[in-house]
């Protein structure tokens, strides 16, 4: 244990299964936000989101808008979904977040985007 990135050792411990059982568990019935819709999103059902089993990824790519340290030189990454129904008012990200583009991406792709 103490292996740098800390998901390793989540991985090596058999947390990380675990958290991915807990997660996959929110969605049939689906409980992941606070309407609890109830869809069956395993089975591809889709929730009041708009969104079913994968995520949808609105927008991601490099972000250079934070300080130094934690942009470094390839910048600190984000990701933004689609399929957010909250509603907020003052939503920095409504056109990306609100609507239901983008695309459906697994998890290991969404494990790409984030790590590559």
Known sequence: MGSWPAYLDLHASGE???????????LNPCRVCPRHCGANRLAGEIGFCGVGRWAL??????????????VGHGGSGTVFFAGCNLGCVFCQNADLSHGRGGGQVSAQELANIMVG
């Not at 990380?16 to 929110?26: F, I």
């Not at 990824?57 to 934690?70: I, K, N």
């Open 57 to 70: 990824v609105g927008s991601a790519g490099p972000h250079f808008g934070e300080e130094r340290p934690l």
């Open 16 to 26: 990380l299964a675990r958290r991915v059982e807990a997660a996959l568990a929110l």
